[in-house]
């Protein structure tokens, strides 16, 4: 629907009114004889038309080109819009691989941080335990086997000294005398007044 005066529309009121009043005869009498402008009139009114219809044609082709500029406008539009959505979603499906992984690559770092923190305390453990075997292997090795080998280690006081015993593989409490003799006599617990040199390491001395 026009929303201005349409060239169709306008012709149509232009044939309409040629043919509803049609042009006066004019008559020339300069001979006696009577001249039709009719001829004339039509041939205006078909120029008027030709050009109306040129201007219909050249209307209706710059709505087809106006038509088709918008439909391209509104193609590459779409196709830009449909491009950022795809470019969202792929950002999106991105970040959720990159928060996945990095909570993959969390828990595994956790999980190998506890087995090797496991593994060290495990460790830690066999190194304690090997160390007390070392060092009561030690003390056994270097304990005192009788009083003349304290006397020897500087221990020149008489009174209760621990030694260790090889045969019975344990330490025992005794009294040594380091001030008779030059010292470093065991005092055997029957007859705390009997005295023996302690130099073979013989426990039978302890008894």
Same mark, same amino acid.
């Given at each position: 629907?026009?929303?201005?005066?349409?060239?169709?529309?306008?012709?149509?009121?232009?044939?309409?009114?040629?043919?509803?009043?049609?042009?006066?005869?004019?008559?020339?009498?300069?001979?006696?004889?009577?001249?039709?402008?009719?001829?004339?009139?039509?041939?205006?009114?078909?120029?008027?038309?030709?050009?109306?219809?040129?201007?219909?044609?050249?209307?209706?082709?710059?709505?087809?080109?106006?038509?088709?500029? %918008? @439909?391209? !406008?509104?193609? =590459?539009? *779409?196709? $830009?819009?449909?491009? &950022? +959505?795809?470019?969202? /979603? #792929?950002?999106?499906?991105?970040?959720?691989?990159?928060?996945?992984?990095?909570?993959?690559?969390?828990?595994? %770092? @956790?999980? !190998?941080?506890? =087995?090797? *923190?496991? $593994?060290?305390?495990? &460790? +830690?453990?066999?190194? /304690? #335990?090997?160390?007390?075997?070392?060092?009561?292997?030690?003390?056994?090795?270097?304990?005192?086997?009788?009083?003349?080998?304290?006397?020897?280690?500087?221990?020149?006081?008489?009174?209760?000294?621990?030694?260790?015993?090889?045969?019975?593989?344990?330490?025992?409490?005794?009294?040594?005398?380091?001030?008779?003799?030059?010292?470093?006599?065991?005092?055997?617990?029957?007859?705390?007044?009997?005295?023996?040199?302690?130099?073979?390491?013989?426990?039978?001395?302890?008894?």
């Amino acid at each position: 629907m026009c929303t201005s005066v349409c060239p169709v529309s306008l012709l149509a009121v232009v044939v309409v009114a040629f043919v509803v009043h049609p042009a006066p005869v004019v008559c020339q009498c300069t001979t006696g004889h009577c001249h039709d402008d009719g001829d004339n009139d039509v041939s205006v009114l078909t120029a008027m038309v030709s050009r109306l219809q040129d201007t219909v044609e050249q209307l209706q082709q710059e709505l087809r080109d106006s038509k088709a500029e %918008l @439909q391209q !406008q509104l193609r =590459d539009e *779409t196709k $830009q819009l449909q491009q &950022q +959505l795809r470019n969202a /979603t #792929e950002q999106s499906q991105l970040q959720r691989q990159i928060n996945d992984t990095a909570e993959q690559l969390l828990h595994k %770092l @956790q999980q !190998q941080l506890s =087995d090797s *923190t496991d $593994q060290q305390l495990n &460790q +830690l453990t066999k190194i /304690t #335990e090997t160390l007390v075997k070392q060092e009561k292997l030690s003390k056994r090795w270097f304990a005192p086997r009788d009083c003349y080998d304290l006397l020897r280690d500087g221990n020149n006081v008489s009174g209760v000294y621990e030694v260790y015993l090889a045969k019975a593989r344990k330490f025992v409490r005794v009294f040594c005398d380091m001030d008779s003799n030059d010292g470093g006599w065991l005092v055997r617990a029957a007859h705390l007044n009997t005295y023996a040199h302690v130099n073979t390491h013989d426990e039978n001395y302890c008894h």
